[in-house]
Each structure stands twice: as structure tokens, then as C-alpha cells.
């Protein structure tokens, strides 16, 4: 093979990877919650009401408060309940209460 096709192999590849990634991480939680599913109501408002529809900044504000909850509890709870982020690792221990010192 010469340069330019080892050069395509190589671009070839780093796409897909990419592609991987972006796949795996959709088909997460979060992804779904806060990606996918607006974009499939968003496609659904647009073809239901002929491409008329009205923007609401305020549903962009919650789906950011969302997402941040939900690292925020992930923060808080992995180091004081183990487990992994999501729903992969269940949690090690349950926090019963607010200042994670008592378990």
C-alpha cells in the first residue's frame, strides 16, 4: 500500500472509533435522557406541526438542571457508596444520611 492509502486506513479507522464511542455513550442513560430523546421529540414536533413549532428556552434550562443533577448526585454518592456511575455497578452501601457520614 502507499501513503495516501495507508493514510485512508488510518482516517478509516479514527472515524469509526469515534463512531464507537459516540454509539456506546447514546445508548447510556444519560445519553438517552438528555440527547436522544429531545432529539426525537424535537424531529417528532417538527414533522407533526409541519416544521412550525415554538422554541421554549426554558426546556433547554431544565434538561441542563437535569444533567447536572444527575452528575452531581453521581459525584456525591460514588465515593460515599461505591458502585459505578449509572445503573452498570449497583451501589455498595446505602447513605442514610445527608452528610455521607453516617451509613
Known sequence: MGPVAH???RVDETM???AH???RWLVRTPG???VLCPLVV???ELALHHSETMFVPLGCVLLVWGYLQYLLVGNY???RAGGGR???APPDR???GGNGLEL
Do not use: D, H, S
Open 7 to 9: 493514510e485512508f486506513a
Open 86 to 88: 449509572g445503573t452498570e
Open 16 to 18: 469509526r472509533n469515534t
Open 21 to 23: 464511542q459516540i454509539l
Open 77 to 79: 454518592r460514588l465515593p
Open 32 to 34: 438517552q435522557t438528555f
Open 42 to 44: 424535537v424531529a417528532f
Open 94 to 96: 446505602i447513605i442514610r
